[in-house]
């Protein structure tokens, strides 16, 4: 029964609370009142009958549930949970370049010839040649979009299982972040070829170490990303970042940074989409892009979840639509070094 006293505001508060994305020190004071009586405030009816109430026409009023204005709200409310959720699934985007798109097309992404070397100019002398700024030849590579479509009963609104909606959300959100996550490492493990026609990784480029996981093969690792050629052809003097191993590696090498010190400069990222023995070990992204992750503009590289209208005679209930568009891209070799036997 609709709460006449209770705002739609407070009721999506009482519910951002029951759903794990409101604090209740955050939420309006009317939402926790709603709260400590659950048993006589449902809160999803309560929601579907205050949607009802603030339509403009009664004759364009329908079920409560079936109400766009119902259908955005709780829209709103599972794209804020998917969120939460993939907050500790990210770590693959520590070693990305994060971009934005415009749009669906594809892209070109150079990753020679935008590097500069400086020249000393002699006293008198003349300024070396130009560096021009042109298009280049590059990788091409777009958005692709990951989608599904989510349809909420009458009987789990009416029963008010915020708990339920939420947990199945959460899912999404998951589900996101891992697709997502194993692009990345799928691109690495695949050695894709660049625009030079070049390995990304190659023993001529200087950013392989054939060695399995040691301290002395974490040594050698360093120094190769210290000592990369850059295409200007300057020594590259890049730290290092992020240490990436397979999952088999990953008590050795958080046991390995921490004991040799390196806990505060070296972020440890672990990854079961490598191959057992696999590691990395990558520069800032910000300095040197090795790996670039793509998203729509204004997204903000999250999930989106839209209302759908549908026939309600056929299927009594809400349904979402939930997709999630991102790409990847190899941007160069310099600024990450592969590891393992």
Not at 151 to 165: A, N, T, Y
Not at 250 to 257: G, N
Request: aromatic content about 6%; proline content about 3%.
């Amino acid at each position: 029964m609709y709460n006449a006293s209770a705002s739609i505001t407070s009721i999506c508060d009482a519910i951002g609370v029951r759903a794990g994305v409101i604090s209740p020190a955050a939420a309006h004071p009317k939402a926790i009142e709603l709260l400590d009586d659950r048993q006589n405030n449902k809160l999803l009816p309560m929601l579907a009958a205050g949607c009802v109430a603030r339509m403009p026409n009664a004759s364009e009023r329908t079920s409560g549930f079936g109400t766009k204005d119902f259908g955005n709200t709780l829209a709103n409310v599972f794209k804020s949970v998917t969120l939460r959720k993939r907050v500790g699934l990210l770590d693959h985007r520590l070693i990305c370049d994060m971009r934005e798109l415009p749009d669906f097309r594809e892209h070109t992404f150079p990753n020679l010839d935008t590097d500069i070397h400086l020249d000393e100019k002699s006293e008198g002398g003349e300024t070396s040649s130009d560096v021009s700024l042109s298009d280049q030849v590059g990788l091409k590579a777009g958005l692709a979009s990951y989608t599904k479509r989510i349809f909420i009963s009458r009987q789990v609104l009416v029963d008010d299982d915020v708990e339920l909606i939420a947990g199945l959300a959460a899912n999404v959100g998951a589900a996101a972040a891992r697709r997502e996550a194993e692009k990345v490492y799928a691109l690495l493990e695949g050695n894709p070829v660049l625009d030079d026609g070049e390995y990304m990784f190659h023993a001529g480029m200087g950013n392989i170490v054939g060695s399995a996981f040691s301290e002395n093969a974490l040594g050698s690792a360093m120094a190769a990303l210290r000592n990369q050629i850059t295409p200007a052809g300057a020594i590259a003097n890049l730290g290092t970042k992020n240490l990436v191993v397979a999952s088999d590696l990953e008590f050795a090498a958080r046991k390995l940074i921490h004991e040799s010190g390196l806990g505060n400069t070296v972020y440890v990222v672990v990854s079961p989409w490598l191959a057992n023995g696999r590691w990395y070990l990558t520069a800032d992204p910000n300095l040197s892009p090795a790996v670039g992750l793509m998203h729509l503009e204004g997204s903000g590289g999250n999930v989106f979840v839209g209302y759908i209208a549908h026939d309600k005679q056929r299927r009594d209930g809400v349904l979402l639509a939930v997709a999630f568009d991102f790409g990847t891209v190899a941007l160069g070799r310099v600024g990450i070094v592969r590891g393992g036997a």
